[in-house]
């Protein structure tokens, strides 16, 4: 096995330009937590909202609900990707799509947080669904004989209690939301993996690359996880959930 | 708008599509075959009593489960052929990347289908005198396997969507034919749409099909 060993070339200047690839890669890391933490604030408002009206008992919202997941769970990412940015906004009005293509700003960066965001919104629906249909049929009886609107018995009874037992899911569907961000270098938004695909060409350093920017993810996803942990020790009822684990 | 669509340019694309389809479906079948059957080894390796090799099977299956499958597909594009001196296609790196990542995965699935099986199973294959690899492969796997199977085909079909990630080595699958295709005839809306369509309707009903084997097999057990 014949290779150069570098280390210090993230200390070195781009070929044409003088920043140097250091400076690359962190930008690349700012674009991948901006799109990450932002799909993830789509993900889980979407997420809770179509879980639950998938439990509720209008026949149509749940036929819906199951038609939204099961349309963003079938179709790979990565092709979804590709519909926002090149198809979605040919079916857009004439004046709008104009804007779209041309005007709006951070164009790949709104495009890919949004269809991240839905992607990971339709796993997240699945999770909330099992984790209110996990509850003892009891509790929505009870709340509602309470004389609690629906509504209310969703707010105050069920959604508190499925959002801590469905916590661990939640917890890898965060980590993949980092994971799944690496996608977004094929529509051009200049995270983490578009850097490392860059660097590597531009310094042919292609070993000490890829360990920085996988340090990174690793980094990421370690941090997405304790993030979880700490959310999940302080919302634990005292003597209900904790006894599950 | 709809109205704008030309969808006379799908026939023509046809046998373009379909041979990307036909890799995405061996890279599919062959990193399943290969990935179930290392990963079964990797959770005999973590189940089992040498901690060494437990040790080493964990942090393969951790270090591949928090990586980005596209960072794996760059890294193993890039070293193998630092490894054995000479470039492979992106064709054959692409299936060695998803059988070793695959791996991770069906092993964390096999891990759990053998702690499914009763401890009884196990004890009584030792009592018959049977050696360790003839309690599993006649005792344990055969049931570990049956229990599984549902979660087995539900990676399989993450996996077949994932194999358009292979994009970024260009290695020609469905979605890269989809691609190509969409320039040579300066048709990319249809292309993609048309290939998002194929995606779904392979995806959509193979999911189906594993939700009535999930409630037939629920039966049975």
Redesign the interface.
Known sequence: ???HWNWGIFFEQIKYGDETYLSWLISGLGWTVAVSLASWVIALLLGFAIGTVRTTPRTWLVRLGNAYV??F????????M??WF??VP??LPRNLSLWVKQEMPAKEFVTATVCLGLFTSARIAEQVRAGIQSLPRGQRMAGLAMGLTLPQTYRYILLPMAFRIIIPPLTSEF?NV???S??A??IGVLEL?FQ??QM?EDSEQ??ET?LA??VL??VC??IANRMMAFIEKRSRVPGFIAAAK | ??G?LDLSVLKPSLPFLWTGLKFSANLTLIAMSGGIAIGTLLAMARLGKSRPLTAVASAYVNLMR??????VI??FF??IP??I?KPIGAEYSALITFTAFEAAYYSEIMRAGIQSVAKGQVMAGYALGMTYWQTMALVVLPQAFRNMIPVLLTQTIILF??T??V??IGAKDL?KAA?IAGKNYNR??EM??F??VI??AL??TL?SIVKRLQIKLAVVR
């Open positions: 096995m014949k290779y099961e349309l769970r079938n179709i790979p990412l990565l092709v979804q590709f519909l090149f198809v040919e079916f980590m980092f994971k799944n690496s996608v270098f094929a993996t490392a695909r590597q292609g070993i890829y920017v996988t993810y690793f996803a370690f | 708008m709809l704008q928090s990586i980005p499958l596209l960072m760059l890294w890039l070293v630092l490894i001196g969507q994932d358009s990630l994009y970024a979605l691609d990319p809306v993609y749409l290939s998002a995606y779904f995806c959509y999911s």
